[in-house]
């Protein structure tokens, strides 16, 4: 074992094999349970949690709504982009302590494409289009997309071929303020550049609106068009894309998904961003933005309009209650030693705070409350760790209502460790609550006149390093963060066996960047011995017109799937050949679970007819459609999964 490592690693390949071998194999549990309903618009994460399954949703879309299947690089750009106008809004997240400085300093945007989607569903111009960079690169290919500095605001241009663009062109594709522009004749969209060039006339929504082909010139507001007055800076590679999202429930273990803030009682408000108060409901909002009326984007010649509280966030509720009678408990463990257990949790949501005060940055400040809540009759010593077990909090006795909010919000993964042996806890009833933010836009809902729902699991579980600093740290092996070259090393938290990685790493790569520096990240499945090559060669290629200015700093990040014989532990090293140093750098197992227990899926509604509940228990591999009477003007409130044993 490394000698940065001591007793206390616990996710280090030997000393999980350790605990695999005293800890009886449980052969139950959900892993990444999802649904898709037949909603036009909103079916939910299993429509869009992966980007194969994303561009296919995007291109429903976009001929539902246009006529047209997206074939070209224009076409499919476009539906891109008017899914995540209808999916995603303005707004500013809370972030997370990437730097291990707090949430105020430091490079606070979330530049992670499914945190940035699945978590929050909204951020600021630079955020937004920063994880956009991501999903561009998956859909047209490597450096074909950038955050572009104009006045006042962080715009988007995308390289696109084909027809009228010849071997390649950029073109403007601004989510944020809704706007993409084209040339007079409507036969392709305008780059910045062109734009600046006949600014007053190109952003003036009355000039001939028919060379939009249904896209309103600055959808969200008349005059945003006048920030195309400068063009500053390029940002390349200015996000990435880690691990799809997943959940992975134990036995005992719930997850319910609230559309609307309030949660049970509709008035504890629990949230990770910006407190606007609008309406007299805490917490972030869009008044301007597609979200929640997308049918109205393709030909609008208004605008969205102003409501309050037009777009929202969402919670996801996570409650567990482990049995320590009859050895369901361990599905949750990663450590079990005399009179000590350690649980991990995993979301890829974020964990959200009901902030002690008002003030627009409330969720910052000591006292808040309703993010992780223990309950139960144990009195044993209780500690917490956010940074894979670096350092711990000791939280005293357990006591019954114990909220420890402060100490995880704003994280999506934590250690729970009660000072106990199981034998100790089989009357203890404890019960962990822990309530996330999540997007509204990526929910599943129901639909007016019956709906049709379909679940799949891929029994897939998740082990992060990252994505903060600290947490990556804790799996260094060789090498270090702020230098040219770092290794991690991570293993399964039960001996499961791993299927996937997904790395990547923050790079300060210079201004200009250089085109001669070639980016590598490899991976060792047993001990360094041997590297096999999981991105390889990533480079820098300018194309067309530049500013005169570039963000000095990029995102290399890539994934693999490994085959049989499947390994427990895994090294992921970062390198290039130029001396660019590594700012900090993530990487995630993915690893198969047992999954041998159905899942009990229930929605709770509201239509013309009064307010509804049904449920439906889904076996292991279970794709048969679940139908629900549903009537009119249907408002889906919740729909929660349970392990169903």
């Known amino acids: 074992m490394h000698p940065s490592l001591n007793s206390l690693t616990l996710n280090l390949a030997l000393l999980l094999w350790t605990f695999a071998g005293l ?10 349970p999802q649904i898709r309903t037949d909603h036009p618009w909103y079916p939910g994460e299993l429509a869009c949690s992966t980007f194969e399954r994303l561009f296919a949703t995007e291109a429903e879309q976009f001929e539902r709504a246009t006529g047209v299947r997206p074939v070209t690089d224009e076409q499919k750009a476009l539906a891109a ?11 500013e997240e809370g972030p997370e302590d990437i730097w291990g400085l707090g949430f105020t300093k430091g490079d606070l945007r979330t530049r992670e494409y499914w945190t940035g989607l699945f978590a929050h569903g909204f951020g600021l111009c630079g955020t937004t289009h920063s994880q956009f960079t991501a999903e561009m690169e998956q859909l047209l290919g490597h450096g074909r997309a950038r955050g572009v500095g104009v006045q006042g605001h962080n715009s988007f241009e995308v390289w696109l071929t084909g027809g009228s663009y010849g071997p390649g062109r ?20 305008l780059s910045i550049p062109e734009i600046k060039a006949d600014l007053a006339r190109l952003t003036d929504r009355k000039f001939s609106p028919e060379k939009q082909h249904g896209w309103l010139v600055c959808g969200l507001d008349a005059g945003d068009g006048c920030v ?14 880690g691990p799809p999202p ?77 049995n320590f009678k009859n050895g369901d408990y361990r599905e949750g463990l990663i450590e079990e030693s005399g009179k000590q257990l350690t ?35 144990a009195t044993c010593k209780t500690s917490l760790s956010v940074d894979q077990g670096a350092t711990w909090k000791d939280l005293g006795a357990f006591r ?35 309530v996330c933010q999540t997007a509204v836009g990526i929910l599943p809902r129901l639909k007016d006149n019956d709906s049709a729902i379909t679940f799949a699991a891929s029994h897939r579980g998740t082990l992060l390093a990252g994505p903060t600093k600290l947490q990556a740290a804790r799996h260094i092996v060789a090498g270090k963060f702020d230098s040219p070259a770092v290794t991690l090393q991570l293993a399964s938290p039960r001996g499961e066996s791993v299927t996937g990685i997904y790395a990547s790493a923050h790079v300060a790569s210079g201004n200009p960047p250089s085109k001669d520096t070639l980016y590598q990240i490899d991976y060792s499945v047993d001990d360094g011995r041997n590297w096999k090559s999981l991105v390889k060669d990533w480079s820098y290629s300018a194309r067309g017109q530049e500013p005169g200015d570039f963000w000095s700093q990029s995102f290399c990040y890539g994934s693999t799937e490994l085959s049989l014989p499947s390994p427990r532990s895994v090294q992921v090293r970062f390198r290039n050949n130029g001396g660019k140093k590594y700012l ?62």
Not at 228 to 241: C, F, K, P, Q, V
């Open 343 to 377: 649980f991990e949790f995993y979301t890829p949501y974020v964990i959200a705070a009901t902030p002690p005060n008002d003030k627009p940055w409330g969720i910052y400040d000591p006292g808040c409350r309703n993010g992780l809540i223990l309950n139960g009759k």
């Open 228 to 241: 195309y007055r400068e063009y500053t800076t390029s940002e390349y590679l200015a996000g990435y894309a």
């Open 246 to 322: 997943m959940v992975h429930l134990r036995r005992g273990e719930t997850l319910r998904r609230f559309l609307e803030p309030g949660l049970e009682d509709g008035k504890t408000f629990v949230f990770w961003g910006r407190n606007y108060k609008t309406a007299g409901i805490p917490g972030p909002e869009r008044s301007q933005t597609w979200v929640n009326q997308p049918e109205k984007m393709f030909g609008s010649r208004i605008g969205t309009g102003y409501k309050q509280g037009q777009a929202r966030f969402a919670n996801a509720v996570y409650t567990y209650k482990p």
């Open 400 to 434: 019954d209502g114990m909220d420890v909010t402060d100490y995880v919000k704003g994280h999506r993964q934590y250690f729970l460790r009660f000072e106990a042996s199981a034998q100790e806890l089989e009357n203890s009833e404890i019960s962990v609550r822990t």
């Open 81 to 91: 982009w008017f899914w995540r106008n209808t999916h995603y809004a303005h707004g």
């Open 584 to 645: 900090r750098a993530e990487a995630t197992l993915v690893y198969k679970t047992p999954s041998k227990d159905g899942t009990r899926v229930t929605f709770d509604w509201n239509d013309s007819a009064g307010h509804h509940t049904d449920s439906h228990r889904f076996a292991v591999d279970d794709q048969s459609p679940w139908q629900i009477k549903t009537g009119k003007d249907v408002r889906t409130r919740w729909v929660e999964f349970a392990v169903a044993e």
């Open 23 to 32: 800890i009886p194999c449980v052969n139950a549990d959900v892993g990444d």
């Open 170 to 189: 950029w073109a403007l594709l601004d989510h944020d303020i809704s706007t993409v522009i084209y040339e007079q004749d409507g036969k392709r969209l």
